[in-house]
Nanobody, 121 residues
Framework: QVQLVESGGGLVQAGGSLRLSCAAS????????VRWYRQAPGKQRELVATITGADSTIYADSVKGRFTVSRDDAKNTLYLQMNSLKFEDTAVYYC???????????????WGQGTQVTVSS
């Protein structure tokens, strides 16, 4: 079994910063692409940032220049540094990872439980 646990969410004023973490544990052989999603009340879940196994990064237009995604493969941990936060960044943030549990298995997607980020205006 593979578990993803997010942390680092909270309440912050507009213009402030937060750093989210997503720790993967369990039966992990390797991790390929990992992603951060968010879901605001009444809205669909949206992809915020992706970092591939080759460390290429992709961002939603709404967060470009403000958010930075990174990973520490030695710790099986994903990060999302969020700066210049806006009220509209308020959402539950989820991590998603493509994990291989054995050398001969394919990659399967796993989700964390989410962490709440609330930005006060």
């Amino acid at each position: 079994q593979v578990q993803l646990v997010e942390s680092g969410g909270g309440l912050v004023q507009a213009g402030g910063s937060l750093r989210l973490s997503c720790a993967a544990s369990g039966s992990i052989f390797s991790i390929n692409a990992v992603r951060w999603y968010r879901q605001a009340p009444g809205k669909q879940r949206e992809l915020v940032a992706t970092i591939t196994g080759a460390d290429s990064t992709i961002y939603a237009d709404s967060v470009k220049g403000r958010f930075t995604v990174s990973r520490d493969d030695a710790k099986n941990t994903l990060y999302l540094q969020m700066n210049s936060l806006k009220f509209e960044d308020t959402a539950v943030y989820y991590c998603n990872a493509d994990v291989r549990v054995r050398a001969d298995s394919g990659f399967r997607g796993y989700w964390g439980q989410g962490t709440q980020v609330t930005v006060s205006s």
